[in-house]
């Protein structure tokens, strides 16, 4: 979510965190919960009810291609490009993600300017600290998101929502042309340090805008819906074209059968029967 032409940048400092009103500061369970996967649904309700709030957060993205069940069930469960901060490795290993964590406590106990610096070039998205910042973009406003879904090249895009997170965030504002003209005068962005947790991630819609001449496959849109802690189900969209003569919609939208896939503790995804 870039292309600021202004930006301001807030953040809550050491005096905050102390007084206990929020709680900015990474905490060490924070660091080391960090992308690990819950071993059962009371581990992964304590995750979030400790980190995490219930109001949604955004991010969308374009992308060169319509994604399979596997590929959405995936972003759920492994860091991955499309969540991961800038510059973070996206290993399953926590202490892979230490430094990136312990240098946002460090700034923000002894002041924070370099910090702030660092989120002004993330915002700003122009610079090459934009790629080291450690952060990715997420904002509490749908639409938002769906701006940012896809590009005036890419056919397809996503829209990733997860759970508000409470620790490691900056909270930025920015004035964008490209938004303006849409009415947002003004887009609030909730930089995540580190990225985002694949169990924060509540939904994914993969959503393809037009047919595609080149394949032939209709307009088309894939949801992504987190259902336990182990469990994502998957529903899809199709809109056919309508052969009838008589009617005015030019297409027909065929909803198909929900399909269930499962998170194995080993990281595995395999499909589920319908029973199950």
Known sequence: MSGASTVSCTTLGAADWHSNKRKPITQFNFQISFAQRSATQEEYNQKMDRFYGTRPNFRGIPSDRYLS???????MAEPTPFT??????????????????????????????????????????????????GM??????????????FSSTNNVGILITAREREPSVFHTGKNTPRLGTLGYAHEREHALVGGA???SIMSIEVKQATADPNDGSPRRTKKAKRISFDTIEITEVIFETNPSSWSNDSEIP??????????????????LEPSE
Request: hydrophobic share 30%; proline share 8%; no cysteine.
């Open 84 to 133: 991961s901060g800038n510059g973070v490795p996206l290993s399953q290993n926590p202490e892979s993600r230490f430094p990136v964590f312990q240098d946002f406590n460090q700034q923000l106990l002894t002041g924070g300017d370099h910090l702030t610096s660092q989120a002004i070039a993330h915002v700003e998205g122009t610079t090459d600290s934009y790629f080291r910042s």
């Open 136 to 149: 990715v973009s997420f904002s509490d406003q749908e639409a938002i998101g769906r701006n940012w879904q």
């Open 69 to 75: 069940d596997k590929e959405l069930v995936q972003l």
């Open 254 to 271: 065929r909803v198909g059968i929900p399909r269930r896939w499962r998170i194995l503790p080993n990281g595995n995804i395999v499909p």
């Open 197 to 199: 947790d694949p169990e």
